[in-house]
C-alpha cells in the first residue's frame, strides 16, 4: 500500500471510529448539566470512562493530525518550508494530545 492509499484510509478509519466516541461524549456531556467539579472527577474516575475519553482524544488528534497534513501538502510548495510546517504540526499534535491524556489521567486517577 503506497503512502497516499494509508494516508486515506486512516483518515477514513478515525473518521468512522470517531463517530460513536463523540456521540458517547456528547451525550454525555449533556447529561452534566448543573454537575459539580466533585461529579465531573468522580464520572471520569470510572475507567470506561476515562478509556473512552482517552481514545476519543488519540483519535480525534490523529484525524485532525492528517487533515493539517493534507493541507499543507496541498497548499504549501516549497519543500523546505513543507518539511518544516510538517514537522511542527506533528509536534504540536503529539505534545496536545499527550497534555489531554495527561489531564484525563490525572483527573481521573484523583491526582
Known amino acids: ?3 497516499g492509499t494509508h494516508h486515506w484510509l486512516h483518515q477514513r478509519i478515525t473518521a468512522i471510529v ?18 459539580s ?11 470506561l470512562h476515562a478509556g473512552l475519553m482517552i481514545l ?10 492528517l487533515g493539517a497534513q493534507v493541507i499543507i501538502d496541498d497548499y504549501v510548495h516549497n519543500e523546505t518550508c513543507k518539511k518544516i510546517k510538517l514537522a511542527g504540526v506533528k509536534l504540536f499534535f503529539i505534545a496536545a494530545a499527550a497534555a489531554c491524556i495527561f489531564s484525563v489521567l490525572k483527573i481521573s486517577t484523583g491526582g
Not at 467539579?37 to 475507567?47: I, K, N, R, S
Not at 476519543?56 to 493530525?65: D, G, I, K, N, R
Open 18 to 35: 470517531n463517530l460513536p466516541l463523540m456521540l458517547w461524549l456528547v451525550w454525555s456531556v449533556a447529561r452534566m448539566t448543573g454537575w
Open 37 to 47: 467539579h466533585a461529579e465531573f472527577t468522580g464520572w471520569l474516575a470510572v475507567p
Open 56 to 65: 476519543a482524544v488519540l483519535s480525534v488528534f490523529y484525524h485532525a493530525a
Open 1 to 3: 500500500m503506497n503512502e
